[in-house]
């Protein structure tokens, strides 16, 4: 299949979930690969992104020579950037050395990512994915061990922003999924991620009215009815949707962070806020939207948090969770 000119960021991410089904899914990565050489992005500094994912094709068709030329092409037009699409190539760089059976190349490669586990969120995902490869699932463990550990020195309270509490949350999570595949038994840390995980909320009896308040989400259409018929509730919830949505992950992330809790979100409407306030009550007062909560915390409905990172967002806007709303935490 041929590939449209001038490809946008947007149009990179539909190739990566859809190219590996198509019929000549090498075709494409050369393609991406002139696209990233011969001007084809809308975007130049998108090159590395479609020089990886051509990589990334490469690897999965186990051709390691061409996936290895294109992860290479991708990092130094990378250059001096330091962020996780950088890291992720890096990583998938030791994956495709491991799977040529140069070991110590790519644990060479993977040495200097170590310390990203504790700097950013997505690290913790591609190094374990990148020793996993290579049967270092225990050195991963290892390794992700020290990270919580460092993330965690010193902590008294609450992390110190969104951006922290977020990606000590991932980082729990990561380790604990892959303690699990270990079949290594449960430990603090253990503990702390299953329930930031699995366990059911009951924001009511957590904390009365307040923090259920802040978890009332209202889908697109509900919020532009919401907002039409009480203006006044852009400073509860939002001058617009995408401030309802950031708003609403900073608060999930934040109390997350704070341990102990699993979360989910209460799908409003403005039929059920209005049926809440009654004849004589204001939609718009705190103490009928706390309400409103309580009552929402005892229906079916509850969308839980957080989503995997690679499912559909909570919110229902039909994207990947990492593409939507996670990355709202840490704007």
């Not at 960021?9 to 075709?27: M, V």
């Not at 990886?52 to 186990?62: D, G, K, N, V, Y």
């Not at 079916?300 to 919110?315: K, T």
């Amino acid at each position: 299949m041929a590939l449209k000119a001038d490809l946008t960021s947007a149009d990179l991410d539909e190739i990566r979930q859809s190219a590996l089904g198509a019929a000549d899914p090498l075709g494409i990565a050369a393609e991406l690969a002139g696209a990233a050489d011969g001007g084809g992005l809308a975007d130049p500094q998108d090159a590395g992104y479609a020089l990886t994912l051509a990589a990334e094709i490469a690897e999965s068709r186990t051709k390691n020579d061409a996936a290895l030329r294109y992860v290479d092409r991708a990092l130094e037009a990378y250059g001096d950037r330091e962020d996780n699409h950088v890291g992720a190539a890096k990583a998938l760089r030791a994956r495709i050395l491991f799977q040529a059976g140069r070991d110590d190349e790519a644990l060479a490669q993977l040495e200097p990512l170590r310390a990203l586990l504790t700097e950013l969120p997505d690290a913790a995902a591609y190094v374990t994915a990148a020793l996993s490869v290579g049967g270092r699932h225990r050195q991963a463990e290892e390794w992700l061990t020290d990270a919580v550990k460092t993330a965690l020195e010193g902590r008294t309270g609450e992390p110190a922003s969104a951006e922290d509490a977020g990606l000590l949350f991932f980082l729990l999570q990561q380790r604990h999924r892959l303690r699990h595949a270990l079949g290594l038994q449960h430990d603090t840390n253990d503990n702390l991620a299953e329930r930031l995980e699995t366990r059911l909320v009951n924001q009511a009896a957590r904390d009365a009215a307040e923090p259920v308040g802040d978890l009332l989400f209202f889908p697109q259409a509900e919020f532009e009815s919401l907002i039409k018929q009480w203006p006044a509730l852009t400073e509860a919830y939002g001058a617009d949707w995408d401030e309802h949505r950031a708003r609403l992950e900073k608060e999930l992330v934040r109390l997350a962070g704070t341990g102990g809790t699993n979360l989910t979100v209460l799908p409003g409407s403005v039929s059920g806020l209005s049926a809440a306030a009654g004849s004589a009550g204001d939609p718009a007062a705190a103490d009928t939207r706390a309400a409103y909560a309580r009552q929402l915390t005892a229906d079916p409905g509850q969308i839980p948090w957080p989503p995997e990172r690679n499912a559909a967002c909570w919110c229902g806007s039909g994207l990947k969770y990492k593409k939507d709303c996670l990355p709202r935490s840490r704007s």
